[in-house]
């Protein structure tokens, strides 16, 4: 087994920290967290450092973009800067400073974890092939990078919304995810309160993927709740 | 209709009504003069040839004859044949004509002219009347008709100029009347636009600079305010972000199955969820004493008394935390007319950022003493020996969501409303809460509050 990745976490709100340390270990990384400036530039040059998550607000003199400056001067670590600022012009200074992804507050895990497999993907060019590149669920043969399904070797198309939906409860099998937890997925923020047309986009995604499309065996639906994926046998 | 066009019309209105009046009576008296002038002139004129005639009919006892005696008489006249005089006409009392004096070779065409009817008078009876027909009487009457013609034409031209003069001069008048107001009305249509930063200029010194004052400053607090919930709701977004974002990550990880759903994986939820709760009460509250909404129960209450219980109560923590804290006073007594619940907040919040600040060992202090300005007003210091206030951040400390470096790296729950509530609690009491610090020895909160 390769060495396991070594994450930095650096944000001044230790709530936040230990919740990033707590998914990102379970995620199967190895997190260290600080809480300014100093301390990130100093665990950059001591630890052998994978990835920096880096919040854009630090107080004592030394904020997220500085920071970012600095590591830049002394590793080519990948950063994901961690930002409550939506501000594109933010994000392009933020890009320009050597940062490799930005993730805007309030984030998902699951967001940032995705984001953290891609930039880990770029980065680590030639190194080992992330766990995440190829979902095989049954019949079914998932690659989310390259955006496509196929279905007992036969290629399936899919509409964005669809592929999302598919990839998100594929991801996670047995997971329950209600209405709006998948809209917010698969149509963004904007179509937060059109949460039933999401069951448009199952009925759709059922007669691309199901062999009995009224009988579903991936995309099942949890009566009152929400769909999940269901574990094949 | 525009007020210019208002404006314009009434002056232009007025200026033509007050010639028109002027240019009309000055026509009547004049016409009326001209005429009584001529009128004299023709009676006059005739009644100088009926004088002739009467002194004939005096002489001669009738009138036979008369008609050689009058040429005669009109020759000899210092007009000679040279004279205007073309006939005279005598008629009887009863209509009948008596004789017909012509004078010149042609008769008068009695379509031209009318003849001057004179009485004539015998011992102050009118025994005939005679009609005297004058070239020159009559081109005094066509002298007269020509006259007021030209004196109607030149009121006429008179009022055409000053309509022109006026509509010309109102215009120009009213547009310089209207111009500070279309100045403003710009600046109200800019500020409707949503451009807060508007300032009308105008240059006069009068009810429209005023209104133009007025119109800025109203802007400008306008912009204050749009400035202020823009900040508030920013400053709210952003204290929203982490607490969903770690209840977002704390439910995603339960429900990914990284955790199981103890105990021990809900309670970041919980402790978040009361924070967001912290939040919107303190807000709210904040939000009703800043529009003044909050209702105080106000009592009369003694300080001295009042302080000295309050102090008890923060010396178990203050003790846990090993520092000392006290009260002194130097009045016997002072009454204030306060709500006590709110008071107790405005301490309650300086003491617990005193204790949140001060070392071990360190000590906070509370001090009752008179306050020498203004008048009529008590202070209470609350001193500590913690770490102070950085000069640059003394100025912000009492802005709503505002921490200082130490409160932000601290973590110590704060969410920077506390004393911005303190403040607005103090105010609505009449009172003023202001601060002096020295980074690394200390600072001391002073509330002033007006004696009862």
Redesign the interface.
Known sequence: MPERTRILVVD?????R???H??LT??GYDVTTV??GHEALEAVRRDDVQLVILDWML??GLNGLEVCREIRKISSVAVIMLT?KTEETDMIVGLEMGADDYVT??????ELTARIRTVLRRTQQGGEASPANVLTRGSLVIEPDKFTVRKDGEDVILTPAEFKILVTLAT?P????SRLQLSEVALGDDYIHYERSIDTHISHLRKKIESNPSQPEYIQTVYGIGYRFGVPV | MSVRLKIWIAMAGLILWMSGCYLVISHIFTESQFRHFTTEARIQSATRWATVIERYYEEHGSFTGVEPAVKNAVIQSPYGTGTSLEEITLISPNGSQIAKIALSPTPPDPDDTTGVPVPIMVNGKKIASAIVYDRVIEGLELLQETTLQSVANATLVGLLLTAVISLIAGGWLSRLITKPLRNIMGGIRQIARGDLNTQVRVRSRDEFSRLADALNDMSMKLAQAVQTRRRLVADV??E???P???I???L??I?????PAEPSSLL?IQ??VLRLRTLIDELHQLALAESHQLKLHMTRMELVEWLSQLVEKFKPEALLRGIDIGFTTEVESAYVSADSHRLTQVFANLISNALRYTPEQGAIHLTLRENPEPQKTVAIDVTDTGTGIPKEQVDHIFDRFYRT?EA??R?SGGLGLGLAIAKELAELHGGKISVASEPGRGSTFTITLPLK
């Not at chain 1, 001044?12 to 936040?16: I, K, Q, T």
């Not at chain 1, 507050?105 to 699951?110: A, L, Y």
């Not at chain 2, 429900?255 to 955790?259: S, V």
């Open positions: 001044d709100e230790s709530r936040v230990s919740m990033i707590q998914y379970a995620e809480g300014t107080p004592g409550a507050k309030p984030f998902r895990m699951r996670r047995g997971v329950v995810f | 977004a952003h929203l972000r982490t969903i974002t770690i977002q990550g704390q995603d990880l429900q990914d199955g990284l955790q970041p402790d978040e470096e932000r790296s973590e």
